[in-house]
């Protein structure tokens, strides 16, 4: 069995991190996010097939360096395709009923589950789906049992027909590939899902319970830390040959972090070799790797790319900063995004 991770996109809303590394790479308490969704694939998925391009070659290395007991391949859309058309160009690769899943959704999905149910109820397509409580925001479903009648672009809450929404992890059958047009950027939700609906074919919801974060953001990049490191029961997540001389508390450190004395971290992500210096304070921020931060500097919502280097006594709040030259090609708005949030 095959499952399609889509890997391909920008992650414009998580710049400056995605300047400099894939969004798919970013790492949840210091293990790239890509590794989650393989990891919580079902035995049954023997073959993984990366849909990705921008910044392939490490998202490449990384399966290269690191074993997940499953068949890699690496299928690079020159272009941007979107999730259909990307799952279109992984055609040659699909044996039988396969996955379509984004590679920036943390959630406690049971995948195996999920295919029993698909097949017990002779599914043609199967998406998960989440309750929210702002429909209005999304897409939802109209759900009849487990059958979708259609999707509903931000309905007014009173006109909602549920609050469930498309959870970004499908699976189907391999006829749905005959209606995907090759060589376009085609979106599974907005073309292939609707015009599957229109068929009357058996098109179904499965609903996740437990706990769902599309990490697509950066408040969502921090949430998903809280989550998980609550799960583990440790007030901090820390990295190797750390530091630490101040006061850290809901963070997590990559390797080689310090923190100088009379220092005040709360609930940040300080990526590798991160250096704050003596009595700053932080709090809610992401630092990207090899930055510096200088003493006596409060710093918070603020996300900081890689290498940068902040002066002493600097006082800064919900900012971004990245002061060095903006890769080439990287687009200023979001291109090809699947689900629009
Ligand atoms: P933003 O630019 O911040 O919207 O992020 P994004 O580019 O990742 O887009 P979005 O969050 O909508 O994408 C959801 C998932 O689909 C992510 O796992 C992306 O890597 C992936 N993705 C988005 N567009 C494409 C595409 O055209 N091709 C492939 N292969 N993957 C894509």
Same mark, same amino acid.
């Given at each position: 069995?095959?499952? !399609?991770? @889509?890997? $391909? *996109?920008?992650?414009?809303?998580?710049?400056?991190?995605?300047?400099?590394?894939?969004?798919?790479?970013?790492?949840?308490?210091?293990?790239?996010?890509?590794?989650?969704?393989?990891?919580?694939?079902?035995?049954?998925?023997? +073959?993984? &097939?990366? =849909?990705?391009?921008?910044?392939?070659?490490?998202? /490449?290395? %990384?399966?290269?360096?690191?074993?997940?007991?499953?068949?890699?391949?690496?299928?690079?859309?020159?272009?941007?395709?979107?999730? $259909?058309?990307?799952?279109?160009?992984? #055609?040659?690769? !699909?044996?039988?009923?396969?996955?379509?899943?984004?590679?920036? !959704?943390?959630?406690?999905?049971?995948?195996?589950?999920?295919?029993?149910?698909?097949?017990?109820?002779?599914? %043609?397509?199967?998406?998960?789906?989440?309750?929210?409580?702002?429909?209005? #925001?999304?897409?939802?479903?109209?759900?009849?049992?487990?059958?979708?009648?259609?999707?509903?672009?931000?309905?007014?809450?009173?006109? =909602?027909?549920?609050?469930?929404?498309? =959870?970004?992890?499908?699976?189907?059958?391999?006829?749905?590939?005959?209606?995907?047009?090759?060589? +376009?950027?085609?979106?599974? /939700?907005?073309?292939?899902?609707?015009?599957?609906?229109?068929?009357?074919?058996? %098109?179904?919801?499965?609903?996740?319970?437990?706990?769902?974060?599309?990490?697509?953001?950066?408040?969502?990049?921090? +949430?998903?830390?809280?989550?998980?490191?609550?799960?583990?029961?440790?007030?901090?997540?820390?990295?190797?040959?750390?530091?630490?001389?101040?006061?850290?508390?809901?963070?997590? @450190?990559?390797?080689?972090?310090?923190?100088?004395?009379?220092?005040?971290? +709360?609930?940040?992500?300080?990526?590798?070799?991160?250096?704050?210096?003596?009595? =700053?304070?932080?709090?809610?921020?992401? &630092?990207? #790797?090899?930055?510096?931060? *200088?003493?006596?500097?409060?710093?918070?919502?603020?996300?900081? *790319?890689?290498?940068?280097?902040? /002066?002493?006594?600097?006082?800064?709040?919900?900012?971004?900063?990245?002061?060095?030259? !903006?890769?080439?090609?990287?687009?200023?708005?979001?291109?090809?995004?699947?689900?629009?949030?």
């Amino acid at each position: 069995m095959e499952a !399609i991770i @889509l890997a $391909g *996109g920008f992650g414009t809303r998580l710049k400056p991190l995605t300047y400099t590394r894939a969004k798919s790479l970013l790492p949840i308490m210091n293990r790239p996010m890509i590794s989650y969704i393989v990891n919580q694939l079902p035995d049954e998925v023997n +073959r993984v &097939i990366l =849909a990705v391009n921008y910044r392939k070659k490490e998202i /490449e290395e %990384f399966f290269e360096g690191n074993d997940f007991g499953k068949e890699i391949i690496v299928n690079e859309e020159k272009t941007p395709l979107g999730t $259909g058309g990307a799952a279109k160009f992984a #055609e040659k690769h !699909i044996t039988g009923s396969f996955f379509v899943l984004n590679s920036d !959704i943390i959630s406690s999905l049971d995948m195996k589950k999920m295919v029993d149910f698909h097949y017990k109820n002779n599914g %043609f397509i199967t998406i998960s789906l989440w309750p929210v409580k702002n429909v209005s #925001e999304f897409g939802v479903v109209d759900i009849e049992g487990d059958r979708i009648k259609k999707f509903v672009e931000k309905p007014r809450p009173e006109e =909602a027909p549920s609050n469930l929404i498309n =959870a970004g992890a499908y699976f189907m059958e391999p006829e749905v590939m005959d209606r995907i047009e090759s060589g +376009r950027l085609v979106s599974m /939700e907005k073309e292939i899902f609707p015009k599957v609906i229109g068929e009357g074919k058996s %098109f179904l919801g499965y609903r996740v319970s437990g706990y769902w974060i599309d990490v697509g953001r950066i408040k969502s990049y921090l +949430r998903v830390h809280r989550i998980l490191m609550e799960k583990t029961g440790k007030e901090n997540f820390v990295g190797e040959n750390c530091k630490i001389q101040g006061k850290v508390s809901g963070s997590c @450190l990559g390797d080689g972090v310090f923190v100088g004395e009379g220092t005040e971290v +709360r609930d940040s992500i300080l990526y590798d070799r991160v250096h704050v210096s003596e009595m =700053a304070k932080m709090k809610n921020c992401v &630092i990207g #790797e090899d930055c510096e931060i *200088g003493r006596d500097s409060d710093l918070e919502n603020v996300v900081i *790319g890689d290498n940068e280097v902040i /002066e002493d006594g600097s006082m800064i709040r919900d900012k971004k900063i990245w002061t060095q030259k !903006i890769p080439e090609g990287y687009p200023e708005e979001q291109v090809g995004n699947v689900l629009k949030r």
